[in-house]
């Protein structure tokens, strides 16, 4: 199972591996679709051309759900073409927004990848799928805990990355939180079993997080990224929008397990959504 779902990446082992974070495009089966003010398909290639300006050196991107808004063949279709500008490998998964049938069946072309492990280096990237059919909130399966532990049985002395659309541990927005993963708490206390757990990255709350949550005797590395359309305000016990703009993350994964990471932003203030919206 664990052989037929990987990708494996030649690297310096020795360097740090930069890979990207785009997350939550949001995007319709029309191009002047908007969400709350924002058109998505202009926000997303505002995102991927400041990755460009940026030059990184980037060796795969990790797509981390909610792609599409409205559910259509289109929007999914939309983001393979626009995202060949990178020209790098796009590990995607679902989110909440999505129906991963119909994004499946879509999401394709040169640069994207359905693969569910990567390894690269002295890491292994695990993929994993956190979605409920019908229900904004999220929930980790047993068959994906028994993956993560069938993946790192396989290679016990890799490092390892773990991630998914919905957050595993509550951020302080009220009306957010009701939409986590309903599991994450069982789920930290699997993660804090396997010291080959370095860090834990995810999507869906539209806001920058990166900080350290003690589990026992170990602190994990939580890493949740922007938006590439429309940004939630953190700390808020109702909906509220963020004036901020849209975005993207770059991790760098060390040889020793360490990670160092830094969001980026579109430029300006090119987009600003409906600040008075009370939800979408």
């Not at 990755?51 to 981390?64: E, G, M, S, W």
């Not at 072309?109 to 993929?127: A, D, F, P, T, V």
Request: with cysteine; proline share 5%.
């Amino acid at each position: 199972m664990v052989q037929a779902q990987s990708l494996t990446y030649s690297v310096d082992s020795t360097e740090p591996i930069e890979i990207l974070q785009i997350t939550d495009p949001h995007l319709f089966a029309q191009q002047s679709g908007q969400l709350l003010g924002v058109t998505t398909a202009e926000s997303l290639h505002a995102v991927l051309d400041t990755v460009l300006a940026n030059q990184h050196q980037a060796k795969l991107a990790l797509i981390t759900g909610d792609i599409s808004q409205d559910f259509s063949p289109e929007s999914y279709q939309y983001f393979a073409k626009a995202a060949k500008k990178l020209q790098l490998p796009c590990h995607h998964l679902p989110g909440n927004h999505d129906e991963a049938a119909v994004m499946n069946a879509n999401i394709v072309g040169e640069y994207m990848c359905s693969q569910k492990r990567i390894l690269i280096g002295n890491w292994q990237i695990l993929l994993l799928d956190t979605t409920v059919a019908g229900i904004p909130g999220g929930y980790l399966p047993d068959s994906e805990v028994a993956f993560i532990e069938a993946s790192i049985a396989s290679a016990p002395d890799l490092h390892t990355l773990l991630v998914m659309h919905h957050n595993p541990i509550k951020v302080g927005c009220q009306w957010l939180d009701q939409h986590w993963m309903k599991n994450g708490d069982a789920f930290i206390h699997t993660v804090r079993r396997f010291p080959q757990i370095k860090g834990l990255v995810w999507g869906h709350v539209h806001q920058e997080i990166d900080k350290l949550v003690k589990t026992g005797m170990k602190a994990i590395r939580v890493i949740a990224t922007p938006s590439t359309c429309i940004q939630f305000k953190p700390h808020c016990d109702d909906f509220t929008l963020d004036h901020l703009q849209p975005g993207y993350r770059l991790l760098q994964l060390a040889s020793d397990g360490s990670i160092s990471t830094q969001v980026y932003r579109v430029p300006g203030e090119r987009f600003m959504p409906e600040l008075n919206a009370s939800g979408y």
